[in-house]
């Protein structure tokens, strides 16, 4: 099975780059507005698209998505419209992997084989979901490779030599490695021991290896393109909706330029380190 | 649904995934599945050592104070008219409750794995109180998360634990509950994961917590157990405790789950009403979902979002249940019943007036259904309540709901 995301990262090694990946949260501010964000991330110079299903606990969320998940789901967003969002996006682009991220709960309550099914049809590519490690595959991971989605895995500082096979087994379309040991959008990582990281895991595995938490800036995303297939990119553009936002939480005029200029100077950092 | 005939014995599990039933399990972020399949190994190891039991024992002797006295409450009875009560009293453990048995478990095993951060979630603030003493007697250094909210109601904790020495770290996220309290600690154990050991302190998480918790636990229903044959010559006919996330509930069901004789009721927090929506009643008001790194039942809305959990007792205010509950509930072992907010206010100034010992608000949700279930039954039957916790913590709570002191 190849997925948009594995024809994706395909074509930007032969171009001689890393992917840039952007978070957004489902919802944040409202429905509409993150329909319109994400509808303008590719053009930004997004070249994979991480959606995130809001949670009321995301045990692994740092304050920021925190936040933004707790402003969807005041709007009223559901696992129902988030799929929508996608349904929507994909009626002009075709090509942009789009991947939902987020917490168990909210798709075992839709139903796993319902959600599979769902997702794929409006046009989802793969799902990262941060509560099911290894030890649950038969939950989710299964199902959802049977069902044609990529189930991608994180991989973190704590992962060891010995358990990364394990983490690595039904892990497909990349390896999401989390930087840092902490919750998202906390502490910036330590450069020079990413690209060590980096090399460890692909000595595992032929799949891209993404690296995420703590990019804030072109240039942190420079430093980790170097030594990595992929630059992922959350709290930091979250943070650029919450900003935008007027005095009631409503989001302003500024929303969407705020989260595309971002994008358009972290792909600059990424798109400056030619491979 | 009832398949208790069936099963050869309700005190095998969890299997070695960590499940009871369908229930339990381990959903948690990649950062902490290294962390827990450690603390299991250390467990399983700690657990076969006879040093560890003894320097557990020695401790349960010489600084809790067991084992807890089984009182027969005779003017209760008296008052109620129906089955001999007993009362299980872990009110009178150092530091007020049972949740010191656990903590003292966990924190020797801390010891023993080389951590020297402990951190701990905490609703009514005895657990937090619990392991701010254990880490006081040990040198560690304690972090206790606390909703915001209930840092507010359960002032006298707040104040124990900083004079143990603990930083206390309110809770502002969500619905500044246990919870809340939960998914921060979470976060703290995936921030710090080379020196900190996360003390759980109730039957719920991912595994091997419930299993663990539960073990540290026992000791409640062994001493019961022990101490009805000496009195009684017999077992026990009825148990009834209060659950929160379970705890003191496993803690005396446990040993006593294949004794076919023996019914056991748990007792959720019914808030409002369990028909009101504003409740802590999870198998009676709630179903299967994932939470805090286990499948149990929890009360959510029709997405899968969790709803906030109610309880004038902030112990028992947690939307989920320890995930061998669960299974007990759906195998027809274990009866679950509900206390109201009002019923247990009620319960709490009984036992006050009647034995002279004013119970925490938890607890007191049990003497309420209790009492009830006494009053049905003949005077030979024997029921033990689990008089889980001391009210001292309560008493201003109650007194602004009563109107006041005079
Ligand atoms: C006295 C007392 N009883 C019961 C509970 C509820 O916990 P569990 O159900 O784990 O026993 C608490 C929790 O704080 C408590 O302090």
């Not at chain 2, 072992?333 to 319960?347: F, G, K, N, P």
Request: charged share 20%; hydrophobic share 40%.
């Amino acid at each position: 099975m190849t997925t948009r995301i594995d024809t994706r990262f395909a074509a930007l090694k032969s171009e001689g780059r890393a992917a840039l990946v952007t978070f957004v949260m489902a919802g944040d501010p409202d429905h509409a507005t993150a329909l319109e964000i994400i509808k303008a991330l590719p053009k930004a110079g997004a070249d994979l698209i991480e959606i995130g299903m809001p949670f009321t606990d995301p045990m692994a969320d740092g304050p920021a998505i925190q936040a933004a998940g707790l402003r969807a789901l005041a709007g009223g967003e559901t696992l129902h419209s988030t799929i929508d969002i996608v349904r929507a996006f994909r009626v002009n682009d075709t090509e942009t992997p789009i991947i939902l991220m987020g917490y168990f709960n909210p798709i075992y309550i839709y139903g796993v084989e319902t959600f599979l099914k769902d997702a794929k049809e409006a046009g989802v590519d793969g799902l990262i979901v941060v509560d099911c490690p290894p030890e649950e595959d038969d939950e989710l991971c299964k199902p959802a490779l049977k069902a044609g989605l990529n189930f991608i895995r994180l991989a973190t500082p704590t992962t060891d030599e010995k358990r990364l096979p394990k983490v690595l087994s039904n892990t497909s379309g990349f390896v999401y490695y989390v930087s840092i040991t902490g919750i998202t959008g906390s502490a910036t990582p330590d450069f020079s021991k990413v690209a060590t990281a980096v090399a460890r895991i692909k000595a595992h595995t032929q799949l891209p290896v993404a690296v995420g938490f703590g990019v804030k800036t072109a240039s942190d995303a420079s430093a980790i393109a170097k030594g990595a297939d992929g630059v992922v990119v959350g709290s930091a553009l979250v943070e650029a909706v919450r900003k935008s936002l007027d005095a009631d939480g409503k989001a302003t005029s500024k929303t969407i330029g705020a989260v595309t200029a971002l994008v358009s100077e972290i792909a600059a950092g990424v798109r400056a380190v030619k491979k | 649904m009832t398949i208790q005939q069936t099963l050869n014995s309700f005190r095998t599990g969890p299997d070695e995934t960590g499940h009871f039933g369908n229930f339990g399990g381990r959903f948690v972020a990649e950062t902490l599945m290294p962390l827990i399949l450690d603390l299991e190994k250390a467990y399983t190891e700690a657990k076969a050592d006879p040093a560890f039991h003894a320097e557990l024992t020695s401790f349960h002797t010489h600084y809790v104070g067991r084992p807890s006295p089984l009182y027969f409450a005779e003017r209760l009875t008296e008052h109620v008219g129906g089955a001999k009560i007993y009362l299980k009293r872990d009110e009178l453990n150092h530091t007020g409750a049972h949740k010191i048995n656990n903590v003292l478990g966990q924190i020797l095993l801390a010891r023993r794995m080389g951590k020297t951060r402990i951190i701990a979630e905490t609703g009514a603030g005895q657990h937090g109180v619990a392991t701010a003493t254990a880490c006081a007697r040990f040198g560690l250094k304690c972090v206790v998360y606390m909703g915001a909210v209930d840092v507010e109601r359960q002032k006298p904790n707040v104040f124990r634990m900083r004079m143990l020495g603990a930083e206390i770290v309110p809770v502002v996220s969500g619905s500044k509950t246990l919870k809340d309290a939960m998914n921060e600690a979470l976060r703290d154990w995936v921030s710090n994961v080379e020196d900190t050991f996360y003390c759980i302190g109730t039957s719920a998480g991912p595994h091997p917590y419930p299993m663990m918790v539960r073990d540290f636990q026992s000791i409640i229903g062994k001493e019961a157990r022990e101490q009805m044959l000496e009195r009684e010559g017999r077992l026990p006919d009825s148990l009834v405790a209060c659950i929160g996330g379970g705890s003191n509930a496993i803690g005396l069901f446990h040993p006593f789950l294949d004794d076919a004789s023996v019914a056991i009721y748990g007792v959720e927090a019914a808030g409002h009403g369990v028909a009101s929506g504003a409740h802590a009643a999870s198998l009676n008001g709630g179903r299967p979902g994932v939470l805090h790194g286990n499948r149990t039942y929890l009360l959510m809305d029709a997405d899968g979002q969790i709803a906030e959990a109610h309880s004038i007792s902030a112990g028992l205010d947690y939307p989920g249940i320890g995930p061998e509950h669960a299974w007990l509930h759906d195998t027809g072992r274990v009866t679950y019943l509900s206390t109201t907010d009002s019923e247990a206010l009620e319960a709490f100034q009984l036992l006050s007036k009647l034995e002279g010992i004013i119970p925490a608000l938890e607890p007191a949700h049990a003497i309420a259904r209790a009492v009830e279930i006494a009053a049905s039954k003949p005077k030979d039957h024997l029921m033990i309540v689990n008089l889980c916790g001391r009210g001292d913590k309560d008493i201003f709570s109650v007194a602004e709901h009563l109107g006041g002191m005079e």
